[in-house]
């Protein structure tokens, strides 16, 4: 089965900081992996996805996440946060086989300070 | 073009009312999908379309849930008899294609769900 663990509820760093969103996942087979933002009152929004062609994957906002098979995991970074970035962050995995259900981790709740 | 929309955007209800929920995918989607976001928790997939077809309806919490999907377009979630345990923000995705993994699954606003 596949499961997504995303470790630290709330992170808080002061702006022009580096953003550092941590996701590991469990899955037998080589997994299709997603971040989704949510803004408050809004729904999910995607990031950036890795779908097994470049480990190190770019995406919207000035986001990045690299895929690392030996340590299971799909970070997301970003050099410099900006106050607009203070959102939701949910790291997904899709089911294995078949059609995109979507598993998600509990999410991270990132603040941003000036 | 137009986004998923989702209506109505908040629902308070008394225990044991039946509600409707209501999903408009973006249009040529075929994949639709259902999933529950309880308070400070991740989302739990309910249940996936594919056309009027709803394959997999393993995530509905109980008999109490159903949906449906007409015309390859809006779907309604209906939950009977509800819950104070129900309240969470319901939300709906949709995709083109036949939901193949890596698609990008396009999310609407949601609707929360208040049972008193």
């Known amino acids: 089965a596949q499961s997504v663990t995303q470790l630290g509820s709330h992170v808080s760093v002061s702006e022009g900081a580096l953003v550092l969103l941590r996701c590991n996942y469990s899955s037998s087979v080589p997994p299709y992996l997603f971040w989704y933002v949510q803004y408050p009152n809004q729904g999910l929004q995607l990031l950036l996805k890795y779908t097994s062609a470049a480990t190190l994957v770019k995406g919207i906002n000035g986001f990045e996440a690299e895929f690392k098979k030996s340590e299971t995991s799909f970070h997301l970074t970003k050099p410099s946060a900006h106050m607009s970035d203070a959102a939701e962050y949910f790291c997904?995995?899709?089911?294995?086989?078949?059609?995109?259900?979507?598993?998600f981790g509990a999410g991270t709740r990132l603040a941003v300070h000036p | 073009g137009a986004g998923v929309s989702q209506s109505p955007s908040n629902k308070v209800t008394e225990k044991g009312k039946d509600v409707e929920l209501r999903c408009d995918p973006i249009?040529?989607?075929?994949?639709l999908y259902w999933y529950r976001q309880r308070l400070g928790q991740g989302l739990e997939f309910l249940i996936y379309?594919?056309?009027?077809?709803?394959?997999?309806k393993s995530g509905l919490p109980s008999d109490r849930f159903s949906a449906e999907r007409t015309g390859e377009s809006v779907s309604t979630l209906t939950i009977q008899r509800t819950q104070q345990e129900d309240s969470a923000v319901y939300l709906c995705a949709s995709s083109f294609g036949r939901g193949r993994q890596g698609d990008t699954q396009y999310f609407g606003p949601g609707t929360r769900l208040t049972v008193l």
């Open positions: 379309f594919q056309g009027n077809s709803a394959p997999d």
């Open positions: 249009s040529g989607h075929t994949a």
């Open positions: 997904a995995v899709s089911r294995s086989g078949g059609y995109n259900k979507l598993i």
